[in-house]
């Protein structure tokens, strides 16, 4: 019983790796730049929860889409600023640039915040679901659900509509795309505010639950470097099967190893990962 | 016997781009590539370079199987190739670049340098030995992507349309490069659009069409067959190419 | 040509001469910090400056030098330099992990995996108790012998740093000309030109990140040796890593003197930012240092070196 325990709760989690996870593989796959900010964009959308709570008294049906708006403006704003003049130059420049910028989001926070954890009230999403044993959160049932949906959204939203396939052929070939009439800087800035969007909305849904630091975003960025590997970089149903993997295996190895351990294997599974297929599990070889 | 390629097959996706290709080359050729757009000339080229692996075929170089090979392993056996559109290393000088090349066979810095001035005197790219590559132009480039691959002093030189974009004048110096290049005992293979260059260098051309070669033979020979001419103009044009 | 000559005399002298002038304790600490910084950036610079591999995690060879030392002397109970060596072998093995798989891939798996790498390692020390856990490990509280090189003053370990940094500068120097040198910048350049050229890109990769994790390890013991004292954070935190990035990339990425000029800039800030803001418990220190590095990388990625070659050029169009 407790295994299944363990797997529901590690799936529902990892439907929130998996949202976080698809903004980064999306931003990578279409212009080959990968964003070490990431983590920091989910922390900094923790916090937007936090005040939007606290200061508005406003709930989840808010302040899930608050989140997800500032930091679609965010992502766009970051990329005119910066991805546009570097994502072309040379490695050390693409790399630092956003490295260096989740540096400054992180300990910018620190410094207004400094390190005390804080959480979004328990009564906000409280309760228990119990089913045939099984305790379901209603906070993480409800953060598990919202991030799936999505998730299959964007997937949709990319391969059905006539936005996606104008995005998906900026990302195949950026000069074929201008000779077909598609600006790529408007589709660029658009994949880096849906990119940050979905990081806004994971950052949202695991506020319900979790606890909220400045430094929150360290580990989650790594998780999304894993999971996005393991799905194959650029492939969205790839991030869908590689975060709920992780989920899994996650909350098996806290509950098995113990929790100050399940770092250690995820981060460890990467490296494993980057040994025997780099390519990601479900790449093409 | 130099190089010899049989039934090369490139697939991308379902897409066969080379559908068992061969060609076989002697020691001081010059070999033309023609070919319409798409025909997959490119793409067996960089299989014969070492920059694609064929999916199904065999390619044996100097007596050595190279079907597998890396692209670094195919510059030691003294196979070299040039790009379409040039990838110098910009940041790095004129000089620099070509001793990347020349270290190939001169690990000592000293050998490399000398090696290195010899071929761009020789490519005529010496007045600009210390500038940074970045600052060539694209003749310039070409130019220099030919003298690396020089440095690296391979029995075989694939041209990749190095001649592609160049007006007349600027054709002719690089045809006299070609030759002179061939003339050190190079033996050649070059991916051409333009008709008369192949005409004026090539001993023998290889004309590709959808994935296979449709003919090939003496140049003049070549392009007055019926089944090149319907390769690049269609069916309803019988006239010889310009 | 002459001039500059005498000038490299002078600060040759300068750098070797001014402690027996001015014998502040204080003044000498921060000395010799920056001349361990500024080798950490050097070696960093090798792989991440010249290759173009931007390493993001190098504090796993800092820390894994630290600990080597320190290990040695808590476990052992060896004179601590005696455990330099074995941290800079622990280091070379890391380097190896890491490398082998990432860089046959594109640059971004590298920078990724040296992340994961580092902080697997703050964990995993974290939870060690032979290794100290999260507490750390000291080195010897009073000197048994000269061997543990244990000094009151921090005069000693500067000129000690000093020899490290004359050495590494060479060892770079003989690199920048000769063949793994070219090798490197024509990865940096693009690896698809540097393989056609017969270029053994994932080995040449591996020996300048090994030659790289050497030195670090070896930065991160020295530092063990003067400091007595190691923990998870100060030796894999993420500060370690990032200062190694910032000060080369400001002093100059891929230049021999970049990462000296970097550090004579950020060591003494540093130490002015943590009196002015009370320490890095703030977190003000890497907002700054942040900065620095998205500025950096958005208009100067050739860092000061980039910026004197420019007004250079500009001053000789003016004069001729």
New interface residues.
Partial sequence: MILVQLVTDGLLVGAVYALLSSGLTLIWGMMNVVNFAHGDFVMLAMYVAFIAVTTLAIGPALFVPLAALVLFGVGVVVYYALIRNVMRGPMLAQILSTFGLGLVLRYAMFWVFSANFVSLPDTLVGGVLSVDGLRLQYSRLLAGVVALLLTAALHLMLTRTALGSRLLAVAEDRTAAMLVGIRPDPMQALAWGIGAACAGVAGALIALFFYISPLVGDSLVLIAFVTVCLGGFGSVPGALFAGLAIGVIESLSSWFIGAAWKDVVVYGLFLLALWVRPQGLLGKS | MLLEAQGIVKLFGGFRAVDGADLSLNRGEIVGLIGPNGAGKSTFFNCL?G?LRPNAGRIVFDGHDLTLA???A???RGL??T?QVP??????AVR??V???A??RH?Q?RA?RRKADEVLEFTGLAAQADAPAGSLGTLGRKRLEIA??L??EPSLLLLDEALAGLNATETQVAIDLVRGIHARGVTLIIVEHVMSVILSLAQRAVVFNQGHVIAAGAPQAVIEDEAVIEAYLGKRFRRPVP | MKKRHLLFVVLGILVLAWPLVLHGVFIQHVAALLVLAAISASAWNIVGGYGGQVSIGHAMFFGAGAYGALAAYTDFGWPPVAGVPLGIIAALLIAVLVGLPTFRLQGHYFSMATIAAVELLRILLSNVSVLGASVGLMGPARPRGLADLSFRSPVPYYYLFLAVLALLLVVTAWMERSRLGFYLRAIRGGERGARSLGVPVVRTKLIALMISAGFTALAGGLYALMVGFIDPESGFGLLISVKMVIIAALGGAGTLWGPLVGAAILIPLEESTNALFGGSGTGATYVVYGAIIVLISRFLPGGIAELVQLLSVKARRRAA
Avoid: K
Wanted: net charge negative; glycine share 4%; proline share 6%.
């Fill in positions: 370079a920059d890396t692209p670094e195919h510059a030691r070299a190739r790009w990838v110098v290393f910009a940041e790095m620099d670049n001793m990347v090349g270290f190939l690990p810095a490399a690396r691959a440095a690296t």
